[in-house]
């Protein structure tokens, strides 16, 4: 049984449907990851999945409760990373990790977290004075205090300077090694591919895909980018003509960028071939995830 499950979900604001019928299921011991421009509606989701929305309609349900009416079950194993505004400015780092292990009946050990977060040397300051990349880490740190089953993190990294951000992702790893169920969102592609296994791709409310990061590249219209010097003019008429071809630019030097998928590169190869042309400096790289996800959440824009 996966141990969330979204089943059509709705939610309405000022007569706008901002979540329109979103529906997936996220296994144990899986990193899910929820990708989609501002406004797509991905918080709303995963705040509807945490109990702290009430859908308009549809139905959630992790470990098989429905985390509105079994909120304080649900709570007991979901962890959540706090919103900054919930931290009081007084509280001390050491008091904020205290207070909440204090919620658990099996907490993690908070110093342990502390360290692996790089916050050992902060444990007196007021959360009011750390910087924004501290706050962001005792919030990773809060959200994990109560050796959750399943954890929700929005916006992980987000404010976190490179080196923070590695060692978020290789702490978050260890935690599904352990069993955890995560539920991420995030806007940097490289923390999705690097993180999730499968990522569904919310746009304007609705999933657009749901895929493995590399099962999306595959599938997007720019999946394969080839970039060469044709030994004689290639026409736009026939390079335009080539199967599933997304776009093709010429660049100062005679060189061609063409972008499709494999199958445009060898279609694309079996001309020059038969041409008798040659190609010089010859590139084919993989698409990224970026180019994927904008492929997927332009078509509605
Ligand atoms: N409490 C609310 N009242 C009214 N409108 C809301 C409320 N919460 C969210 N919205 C609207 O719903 C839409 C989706 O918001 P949501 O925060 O879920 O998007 P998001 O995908 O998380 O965006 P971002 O990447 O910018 O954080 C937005 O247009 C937002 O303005």
Same mark, same amino acid.
């Given at each position: @049984? ?15 449907? $901002? ?20 406004? #797509?509606?991905?918080?709303?989701? =995963? ?12 139905? $959630? ?12 079950? $649900? ?13 009081? #400015? ?23 977290? /502390? ?9 007196? &300051? ?14 990773? #740190? ?8 399943? $954890? ?36 940097? @592609? ?9 990522? /569904?791709?919310?746009? #304007? ?8 990061? /590399?099962?999306?590249?595959? !599938?997007?219209?720019?999946? /394969? ?15 335009? &003509? ?22 445009? =590169?060898?279609?694309? @190869?079996? @001309? ?7 190609? !010089? ?21």
């Amino acid at each position: @049984m996966p141990i969330i499950e979204v089943n059509g979900l709705r939610k309405v604001y000022g007569g706008r449907a $901002v979540v329109d019928g979103i529906t997936f299921a996220v296994e144990e011991g899986e990193i899910f990851g929820v990708l989609g421009p501002n406004g #797509a509606g991905k918080t709303t989701t =995963v705040e509807c999945v945490e109990g702290l929305r009430v859908p308009d309609a549809g139905e $959630v349900r992790v470990a098989g409760l429905d985390p509105i009416r079994d909120h304080d079950r $649900v709570t007991r194993f979901l962890g959540v990373q706090l919103q900054q505004s919930e931290l009081q #400015a007084k509280l001390t780092v050491r008091e904020a990790l205290e207070v909440y292990s204090a919620f658990y009946s099996r907490p993690a050990d908070w110093r342990s977290l /502390a360290e692996r977060l790089g916050l050992t040397d902060r444990l007196d &300051a007021r959360f009011g004075k750390l910087s924004g990349g501290q706050r962001q880490r005792l919030s990773i #740190a809060l959200a994990l205090i109560g050796n959750p089953k399943v $954890v929700v993190l929005d916006e992980l990294t987000t404010g976190l300077d490179p080196r923070a951000r590695r060692e978020s992702w290789k702490l978050i790893e260890e935690v599904r090694d352990s069993g955890v169920t995560v539920l991420l969102v995030t806007h940097f @592609m490289e923390e999705a591919q690097r993180l999730c296994d499968r990522v /569904a791709v919310i746009n #304007a409310g609705r999933i657009v895909a749901l895929d493995s990061p /590399a099962g999306l590249i595959d !599938r997007s219209a720019s999946a /394969a980018v080839v970039s060469f010097i044709p030994s004689e003019p290639l026409g736009d008429d026939e390079l335009a &003509a080539l199967p599933a071809v997304k776009s093709v630019e010429r660049g100062d030097d005679d060189t061609l960028v063409i972008s499709g998928t494999d199958e445009t =590169v060898s279609a694309l @190869m079996s @001309m020059l071939a038969q041409r008798r042309i040659t190609a !010089r400096r010859l590139r084919v790289t993989e698409g990224t995830l970026d180019d994927a996800f904008l492929d997927l959440t332009e078509q509605e824009n």
